[in-house]
């Protein structure tokens, strides 16, 4: 099977080297032949173009890989090469979170396969998984840790002793973190990655400006001592399950986890997915969710499966709206701001700007956080597991 | 499709349960036609026969399901199911492990699938997600808790704060482990696992008595105080690898772990089991390793497969000695006996004849453990990782 890389930087070189020196029987028949890049790498001079027709009209190319991130020109580029008849594997988060209901809708219309496990776990084979499960199984809940480059953050400080700038420096350094780090630093990435998931597991669509996102931007090394002190451990989970009434949920925060949680061992950038199964039970996935060829090895794995089609039965995805109302926990709030709201559910008031709340629901903490973070933008939150 | 069940104990009645009643929309057109049983449980009368031929000669049992454990009949009724063109499902590792070549043989001579998910990692979809990795990544090594049972005691005798025979009876009464719980406690079961995976893992077929299995029969709550004064959790262990000369190392011990590792946070009758592939790095898997609906899941994920047929290229498995000199660790011997052998290979005695050995191969320390289990057939051995 001859393909074409749209984007040919981490993940696009990783899957060209894996494709290219990989010693699988399975890889023998594929071949990328065009790569769309706006810089041409020495060596690939034959292989680049800067023209999305290259590929959309090579009727040769019979599958797309989109590793360009972004919204533009992305979303155009791979419409037009589902509406041309090519399978497309995507590993981009945002791109399959914003429009996950036209990509699907095209792919059926046209009789294409639109795969996209890298989009969400990198290396972790979690969507493929979290696909294959329902098969047989009723998903719950899902939760974890989604984002290597925060989780790299919440490890160093505590064990380098550091505070969220050095650690966030040093996660740059090691390419970790972005030069604008906010997409990870504020929970967008966990909840596109969230929100994808979801829509797997629970047959939805969710929108994003449905699922409240708490970063981690604002925690300091003075909290993470308190935690310390409490024997807690600091994560940022993605956090998504149906309620009774059959409404999902889904949301993103740091959590608090007592130290011997299996999350709270889980090290350095990588991450920790977990669904609950009707009959499974807990199933946690660990690994690198990110990396050239972590990721690029997830791209592959799509591709076999177009190739040797896993086929399942179709699903119908139901736009649905989020119900945030049905979940409740007590919460770590630091502050320096005071508001009737949060007068009224704290529960023990820990000096220092910090409080615990009584248990009470991810909606009435997103009200409350509201009114906190206007006043004092410095604000951090914290769900207690 | 119809299929016919081998064996209606807790793995058989949990697959019946989840095609009878489950509501994903790939179960509809499952049907259970027929039950090999002894015994015939009440309200199940029209399905259940003792006698094979009933399920062998009906044309319309497309796929049998193996679940009645142990070696015979169980291989003679598997093989005339095989021979008779029907696929096979086999949660049975004992079976799986003993007859690798011959089962596999046998299936691709009469053109059927035989499948074997359910005999490793129990609810965890281990082998299945270890057979789609190798499509395109390098299986270096795996390793694990593959056992519940011993999962289950070695946790209960840190929290519980008890000693062995306690906690064994506790996880007898909780129906986590046999009346005999000898293939459990030695080792044997675990051995087994280790078989099936690396056999997937490496395109090998490995020998039982090639693999030394040290089971946990022998640790005491002296043990278990001196590893937390020192930091370590101790855990059953099976590996398996890759030598740098191409050769399979598989063994099965005790490890004693960082409090902090991931495995060390494995709780209750948890598994735990972990490969590092060339492009994705370590990728752990954490669930219910046994159990009704976990295993029976993993059954039932075992049919899809046959119906939507993953198929990827047929691998020949090489039949491969083992070579269990090229991995070193220390160990933790505590021993009434002292050999020529011991003496020389301890680094450490840390007294009440515990002693800490220098790095050693597997193959020293198994040699160094028969003396020590002839003179003193209560010595207890662990890998220091």
Chains 1, 2 share one sequence.
Not at 93 to 116: C, D, G, I, P, W
Not at 174 to 187: F, K, Q, R, V, W
Not at 281 to 294: E, H
């Amino acid at each position: 099977m001859k393909i074409g890389l749209l984007g040919f930087g981490v993940v696009g070189s990783g899957v060209y080297d894996i494709i290219a020196n990989g010693t699988a029987l399975e890889l023998r028949n594929i071949e990328v032949k065009r790569i769309i890049s706006l810089v041409v790498t020495p060596g690939f001079e034959h292989l680049i173009t800067k023209n999305i027709d290259d590929i959309v009209n090579d009727d040769e190319i019979e599958l797309v890989v989109e590793a360009m991130g972004g919204l533009h020109p992305a979303y155009e580029f791979v419409m037009a090469c589902i509406n041309a008849g090519k399978h497309v594997v995507s590993s981009n988060k945002h791109l399959v979170s914003n429009y996950f209901t036209q990509l699907n809708e095209a792919a059926e219309k046209n009789n294409v396969q639109f795969r996209y496990t890298p989009s969400a776990g990198g290396g972790i084979p979690w969507l493929s998984t979290l696909k294959r499960a329902r098969r047989s199984d009723e998903i719950e809940q899902i939760w974890g840790i989604v984002n290597g480059t925060t989780n790299y953050i919440l490890d160093s400080m505590v064990k380098d002793d550091t505070d969220f700038s050095v650690a966030l420096k040093e996660a740059q350094r090691l390419g970790y973190a972005e030069a604008d780090p906010s997409a990870d630093i504020d929970g967008l990435d966990t909840q596109r990655k969230c929100i994808i998931s979801a829509n797997l597991a629970f047959d939805v669509v969710i929108d994003e400006k449905d699922v409240p996102a708490f970063g981690i931007r604002n925690i300091t090394h003075s909290d993470v001592s308190y935690f310390e002190k409490n024997g807690w451990v600091c994560k940022l989970f993605a956090n998504a399950g149906r309620n009774q009434d059959d409404s999902v949920y889904a949301y993103v925060v740091p959590v608090l986890l007592d130290k011997f949680e299996i999350e709270a061992g889980v090290a350095s950038n990588y991450n920790c997915i977990t669904y609950v199964g009707k009959y499974v039970g807990r199933s946690s996935y660990i690994g690198q969710g990110a990396g050239k060829l972590p990721t690029g090895n997830s791209v592959v794995q799509d591709i076999l499966d177009t190739i040797f089609d896993d086929a399942s039965l179709k699903r119908e995805y139901k736009k649905s709206a989020v119900n945030n109302a049905m979940v409740a926990h007590r919460y770590y709030i630091k502050t320096d701001s005071a508001t009737p709201e949060l007068s009224e559910i704290i529960e023990k008031d820990e000096g220092d700007g910090r409080y615990i709340t009584k248990p009470v629901s991810i909606e009435c903490i997103q009200k409350t956080a509201e009114g906190l973070f206007e006043k004092c933008p410095q604000t951090f939150i914290a769900e207690i597991k």
